[in-house]
């Protein structure tokens, strides 16, 4: 058996903002999912393949569980209770508090519905003391039968190999389900939209939280260099103001932050011209929703 290999599903859920997209890019090395200190930011379930001397992990990296308010909020949440059906392992990755708030108490008990094993995940272990870390530990172990309880530090990289072999231990035997070289199916389009995306939210201000979706509209390879054109789409006039800028500078910026990324990502040169359209409402709008690639049916 020892020549064998292992191939699973890892999902990863939690509230928002607990660090599930920094954990996937330490895994993985690169940068997959996007991350913002804004919640709301990664709103597919983006499958990371992580592939190692063990074997292969399939990561599906689901939104925040959070109160939906609109259709796109329906749509995040559905994708996040669907995804801990469909897996061989949950990693239930939490902040490091003896306080277990509303949020969590719900997916707990989501969690308490399904034989799937759950991992424990404690990130940002680097912010407590070690015998705090105790506190959190007995303090979550009272809430649900963990298959395992793991702290890590997914910014500093602590403990990360630990959790791989972890979720290795409940993998099955098998081929792997991609080359060794796939690291996420999201097709490159969409990880361009989500890269400039992230760094609009990023260096907008609060005025503007969720309600900006990225079309790429068109991406051209030539010899040396792509050329992408892409358009912000926001819900007001005045948010498009405020994405342009005074004489254009905060478009500028958020055009020369995203660029190096997307260079790394596709390895050339890359030409990036952005525009802002106003589009009303497009979050409770099921088609302009399929049209920035959430579908909506997904959630039913």
Not at 164 to 190: H, M, N, R, V
Not at 205 to 232: N, Q, W, Y
Request: with cysteine; net charge neutral.
């Amino acid at each position: 058996m020892s020549d064998m290999k292992k191939a699973g599903f890892a999902s990863i859920i939690g509230r928002p903002n607990v660090g599930k997209s920094t954990l996937m890019n330490k895994i993985i090395g690169q940068k997959i999912a996007i991350t913002s200190n804004k919640p709301q930011t990664t709103r597919n379930r983006i499958q990371t393949v992580y592939t190692g001397e063990e074997g292969q992990i399939v990561f599906l990296d689901t939104p925040g569980i959070h109160k939906a308010k609109n259709k796109l909020g329906d749509y995040m949440v559905g994708v996040a209770r669907r995804s801990i059906d469909d897996v061989d392992v949950v990693l239930f990755l939490v902040e490091p508090t003896t306080y277990i708030g509303a949020g969590e108490k719900s997916i707990i008990e989501d969690l308490k519905k399904t034989d799937i094993p759950v991992l424990l995940v404690i990130n940002k272990v680097d912010t407590i003391k070690k015998e705090e870390i105790l506190e959190v530990i007995d303090t979550y172990r009272k809430e649900l039968d963990f298959a395992e309880i793991i702290p890590v530090s997914a910014l500093k990289g602590n403990n990360v190999e630990t959790l791989l072999s972890c979720i290795f231990k409940f993998l099955p035997y098998g081929p792997a389900f991609y080359d060794e070289d796939t690291i996420t199916d999201q097709p490159e389009k969409q990880i361009v939209a989500e890269l400039i995306r992230e760094k609009a939210l990023r260096s907008l201000s609060d005025e503007i939280p969720h309600g900006v979706a990225v079309a790429i509209d068109s991406m051209k390879f030539e010899k040396k260099l792509c050329r992408i054109d892409a358009t912000i789409i926001c819900e007001r006039d005045s948010h498009k103001g405020i994405i342009i800028g005074k004489g254009g500078t905060m478009l500028k910026k958020i055009g020369s932050l995203a660029r190096p990324e997307i260079e790394e990502m596709l390895g050339t040169k890359v030409f990036l011209q952005l525009w802002v359209k106003v589009k009303k409402d497009w979050r409770d709008s099921d088609f302009l929703l399929k049209n920035f690639g959430f579908d909506p049916k997904e959630t039913e």
